[in-house]
């Protein structure tokens, strides 16, 4: 997976959690929700991001079927969905 | 015939082929429902346990519900918790509650392991579902169901950092459901909406009035709630009739635009409860759906639903949201800070006393003794004190002030500031915490008494290990020492300001 599409996204919340850099729990296979660094409703902005960021459409499949709380996992959604169009 | 079992033996007379409840992965009918829920039954019926509380940890599925039913089946209350709540919490939970079986899954038990189950009976779902129903015994065990019994236990935030349980009696189910349906008349054919979790009470709008009408209760999944226009796609696709959610969730549909691009032609019903919806976000929906009936309801775990207000007249943008009139099975008064009742107008606070109303908390006669006290204009009446404050508008109506005391509503939530004080007080380094909210913009600041160093997020992820991901700040303010009055009491108007004045430093800076 290009690593771009993960630095976008973790660029992104860094932004707009404001995380600090010497943060040594963040990591991009932390639940972003479960320990308040994104709130429920930072989620709809995430989708928004994205799906603006990389000029995709996110469906109600997409919520459902990945579990949209981790860099990691936005990112793996966001690379399918690139490489589906192409 | 009075308890809320005999609701599901009619519908499975009824309707036994229709689709009773939909979840993301199945679907059951009328008569699957109440038979898993027999089964469930005689399995509890055939192990010796006193009249004890069953706890069910099993999520947003099928699975809850036919075990809700199921202890109801067997005459035992049932006490519904959040899978993810930290097991810190949960254990006090455990601890206050003593139950004598705990309903889960193999999945979750395995998340389960720091958690010490004295005395109680783990049952893994599948495994309740291996016997076969005992006809007679379920039989004589539903006849004998006492109006009086406990149907379920609600677990709330409590100041004292313990969660405190709210008892439900089972004719208080009756008594509201009769009445929502005199108003609603919902049939079979009807597709319910299941927005709000299980675990509160809110929820027992929907699991309870879906079975009295032989309706079908779509569950959503709570991931959907956050995404405003694929929530709208979902609705519009399971054309669903009826939905029942905290304002958060409309208000953020509202606000996202979603609803521009979209028509609804099954929704009749819209209802909100669990903190106040403003006009100008309610105005964008029913400008939308002119023809859709919306309903403010007003209830509270230790009430259930005690107004429901639907909304006929204009309001403006800037106006405050009546809740209408209390139903007729509760007794209400407004109460002054000097004792005597509120006239038109003039704010007191809320107390209530009826069928649907609890007596007590869950083996917690410290928080009972505080919330459910005798009428002061009658001995013989024992009322709740909800904490919340309101007065009568001109038009008869209700209409609530902001919160009393130090419990809060966040997104629907409510919340003891003090069992997040609790909680941060668990933390190496904290000698002192004071949550404070700024309802304005939902975000609750902590304050802690500290010579380390912390910051926000790194102590958010030690706070998740004793409180729930909705109770965690958004604002950390470590100080060397609090404020503190001459009394010795936290000065939190003290704390709010020094927390804007940093903020403003940040900004200049």
């Known amino acids: 997976m290009p690593d771009k599409i993960k630095d976008d996204i973790r660029n992104y919340i860094i932004n707009k959690s404001k995380i600090q850099s010497n943060d040594t729990d963040f990591n991009d296979d932390l639940n972003l929700y479960k320990y308040g660094y994104l709130d429920s409703m930072d989620s709809m902005s995430v989708v928004f991001f994205i799906e603006e960021n990389f000029n995709i459409k996110i469906t109600k499949e997409d919520i459902l079927m990945h579990n949209l709380q981790t860099i990691n996992n936005i990112a793996i959604l966001v690379s399918e969905k690139l490489k589906n169009r192409a | 015939m009075n308890s809320a079992v005999w609701l599901l033996e009619r519908a499975a007379n009824k309707f036994p082929d229709k689709i009773a409840i939909e979840d993301i992965k199945y679907s059951i009918t009328y008569r699957e429902y109440r038979d898993l829920s027999r089964k469930i039954a005689t399995n509890l019926l055939t192990s010796k346990y006193d009249d004890c509380p069953v706890v069910i940890f099993l999520g947003k599925n099928y699975k ?152 079908k209760l779509l569950i959503v999944p709570d991931v959907l709630l956050m995404h405003a226009y694929q929530l709208l796609e979902y609705i519009k696709e399971k054309e669903v009739n009826s939905m029942f959610s905290v304002p958060s969730v409309l208000i953020n549909i509202a606000n996202s635009g979603a609803l521009n691009n979209i028509e609804l032609p099954h929704l009749t019903n819209v209802m909100f409860s669990g903190e106040i919806m403003p006009n100008r976000q309610l105005n964008i929906w029913r400008n939308k759906f002119p023809d859709v009936k919306f309903t403010n309801i007003y209830g509270t775990s230790e009430t259930s639903f005690i107004c429901f207000y639907d909304i006929e007249r204009e309001f403006q943008d800037s106006d405050s949201l009546p809740t209408g009139m209390c139903s007729d099975y509760l007794k209400m008064y407004l109460f002054k800070e000097d004792g005597t009742l509120a006239r038109i107008g003039e704010e007191g606070e809320l107390c209530l006393a009826g069928t649907t109303v609890s007596n007590k908390y869950w083996n917690n006669p410290e928080n009972s003794k505080k919330a459910f006290v005798v009428n002061p204009l009658n001995e013989k009446e024992i009322i709740y004190k909800t904490g919340d404050n309101a007065y009568i508008n001109e038009y008869g109506e209700l209409c609530f002030r902001t919160r009393k005391d130090f419990q809060i509503k966040k997104h629907g939530h409510r919340i003891e500031l003090g069992e997040i004080e609790h909680a941060a007080m668990n933390i190496d380094g904290v000698i002192n915490a004071a949550a404070v909210y700024e309802a304005e913009k939902e975000e609750i600041i902590l304050f802690i008494e500290t010579d380390k160093e912390f910051s926000l997020h790194p102590f958010n992820v030690k706070l998740r290990d004793y409180i729930p991901s909705f109770m965690l700040p958004s604002h950390l303010v470590p100080m060397k020492k609090l404020f503190y009055k001459a009394n010795g009491k936290m000065d939190r108007v003290k704390l709010k300001l020094e927390f804007d004045k940093r903020k403003q430093e940040v900004k200049n800076a």
Not at chain 2, 102 to 131: A, G, H, P, Q
Not at chain 2, 153 to 161: D, E, K, L, P, Q
Request: with cysteine.
């Open chain 2, 64 to 215: 809850t519900l036919t075990s809700f039913m199921g202890a109801r089946y067997s005459s035992r209350p049932y006490v519904p918790i959040d899978i993810n709540m930290p097991v810190y919490r949960l254990q006090k939970i455990i601890d206050s509650l003593k139950p004598c079986v705990f309903i889960t899954d193999k999945d979750l038990f395995e998340s389960l392991k720091d958690l010490s189950f004295d005395n109680v009976d783990v049952k893994i779902y599948e495994e309740l579902l291996s016997v076969e129903e005992d006809k007679e015994l379920i039989d004589k065990t539903i006849s004998e169901i006492k109006k009086e019994d406990n149907a379920y236990i609600i677990y709330t935030s409590g100041s004292t950092g313990i969660p405190k349980g709210a008892i439900r009696p089972d004719k208080g189910i009756k008594e509201w459901v009769d009445f929502v349906d005199k108003k609603y008349h919902f049939n079979s054919d009807i597709t319910i909406a299941s927005i709000t979790p299980f675990y509160y009470e809110m929820s027992n709008l929907d699991v309870y009035y879906s079975i009295y009408a032989g309706a």
